[in-house]
């Protein structure tokens, strides 16, 4: 059977969801691929039901440190309840109501896998063996995203070990978890397991968090000690082996061997290109797919694909590695598939550029440890390595009135990046209880490059911890006249 389509996306988690609907909104045609489950990565294995189960260990740590709500306090995490309640975010991994919503949508759902047969031409599939050939009379949309990198530690792929999905959709915890890196999902998930009763092990080859300020590492790193994780940095595994008594017993360099229940492994991602069937049209598997910032799949010569006819979205392009960047490089690529195909613009205005500019040096992160650590734009590192003319201004939040109404003893650092000729911000950090409520006033200014000399006329309301920022031009204006 064939069916033809405007635009087929492959992928339907947050990204393709997004791509799809754009191009629907846009007057195309549109069939969404998904060989799992609808709703994708961040739905089931990330985003969601991390959070979900970071949750109650960051609330209880809150009321313990609020005097008047601590002695209120008398027990720990509820372990079975929060996994529950994580359960009901991931809708117990049923799809139905994503499915739905598909429908509802105007979108086409297609069941099964897709391989690229030829130019704009797929073939699906589906779980009983049924194929079926889709051709797109414009565009194909690759959104299949990444997945976890297994380092080639010996005995590791053995022993199976956890990856990000298998953290994130226990049904209990291990009495000892072992987890491997350094990175967002390490300390996110090391945090999540000693709230919820295991003993954890963090081995990292380097410091926590080495993409961030050096001083959020530094606060994650002596939190997670606070909460009893044996982290232990400058280390790596020499070998890893399950036992038939099926204990992880880990081999570190020193001859130290570090036995756990199971083993988290979150060194990093790979592209999930290498079953799509790429060599068909000039591509090779298991490479990130290269694009402009359109979001057009460049082959390589440095040139889109003959017609201009193949996008990629999310993670599987590489350019940001987060779910709220997958969905902005979702709505610019719908929108650039339609106009391209139809001529006509669903955005309308001077922003109306089909464009994922802010790629490049605007982009949000939050890491959801405890404390919490948020960021937008450079580094000082990177502002400086890329020639920039710079000024660092740190301050400490837990000075500012809002935090101590937030916290007894509240503790966390505020840092932005300025670009000295320019007078714009050029980066922003903060690390500490709930600042991740901060960082769209940051995104907003690095990303619109407002001029000191206009923030200070952006009065932050008190007492809340956004009056930081008065705290941070403060000091920024004493250092200019010492």
């Not at 009901?88 to 047969?117: K, M």
């Not at 036995?259 to 999930?272: K, Q, Y």
């Not at 709930?434 to 008190?462: D, I, K, Q």
Request: charged share 20%.
């Amino acid at each position: 059977m064939t069916s033809e389509y405007d635009v087929i996306v492959i992928g339907a988690g947050a990204v393709g969801e997004n791509v799809a609907d754009r191009a629907v909104q846009g007057g195309m045609t549109t069939a969404l691929v998904e060989a799992e489950l609808v709703g994708g990565e961040c739905s089931y294995w990330a985003c969601m039901p991390s959070k979900a189960l970071l949750r109650a260990g960051v609330v209880l740590r809150s009321a313990e440190n609020v005097k008047g709500a601590s002695a209120a306090v008398t027990g720990t995490v509820d372990a079975a309840a929060v996994f529950e309640r994580r359960n009901s975010f991931t809708s117990d991994w049923n799809d139905q109501g994503q499915a739905d919503w598909v429908s509802g949508a105007g979108i086409e759902l297609v069941r099964g896998h897709a391989v690229f047969t030829g130019v704009k031409e797929l073939a699906v599939t589906a779980a009983d063996g049924t194929v079926t050939t889709l051709r797109a009379r414009h565009a194909i949309v690759v959104s299949t995203g990444s997945t976890a990198l297994l380092p080639d530690i010996p005995g590791l792929a053995e022993a199976a070990p956890w990856t990000s999905r298998e953290a994130t959709s226990a049904q209990s915890a291990p009495a000892r978890l072992t987890v491997v890196g350094g990175g967002v999902v390490a300390c996110e998930m090391a945090t999540a397991y000693a709230s919820l009763g295991s003993t954890v092990t963090l081995l990292s080859r380097g410091g926590l968090l080495a993409n961030q300020e050096p001083f959020a590492g530094e606060l994650v790193t002596a939190s997670l000690r606070e909460l009893g994780v044996d982290v232990r940095t400058g280390v790596s595994p020499t070998a890893v082996e399950r036992g038939a008594d099926g204990v992880v017993r880990t081999t570190l360099a020193d001859g130290a061997v570090i036995e756990g229940d199971e083993i988290l492994v979150a060194t990093g991602r790979l592209p999930r290109t290498g079953d799509l069937g790429l060599e068909a049209i000039g591509l090779e598997p298991n490479q990130w797919l290269t694009t402009d910032d359109t979001l057009l799949v460049l082959g390589a010569d440095g040139e889109p694909l003959e017609g201009a006819w193949l996008y990629a979205t999310g993670d599987v392009n590489h350019r940001a590695l987060l779910t709220h960047q997958g969905k902005y490089q979702a709505r610019a690529a719908g929108d650039v598939v339609a106009a391209r195909a139809t001529g006509k613009s669903l955005v309308t205005g001077p922003w109306g550029r089909h464009v994922a500019t802010a790629d490049h040096a605007a982009v949000p992160q939050v890491t959801f440890t405890d404390p919490e650590v948020a960021s937008v734009g450079l580094t000082a590192a990177a502002a400086e390595k890329a020639g920039f003319r710079i000024r660092v201004v740190d301050y400490e939040i837990g000075n500012v009135a809002g935090a101590s109404v937030s916290r007894d003893g509240y503790r966390g650092t505020a840092r932005m990046v300025v670009d000295e000729d320019r007078q714009v911000i050029l980066g922003a950090t903060f690390v500490g209880p709930e600042v991740s409520e901060l960082l769209h006033s940051a995104t907003v200014a690095v990303v619109g490059e407002v001029p000191l000399s206009r923030l200070w006329h952006a009065v932050p309301s008190y007492p809340t911890i956004s009056e930081v920022w008065l705290r941070l031009l403060e000091t920024y204006g004493r250092d200019a006249s010492a």
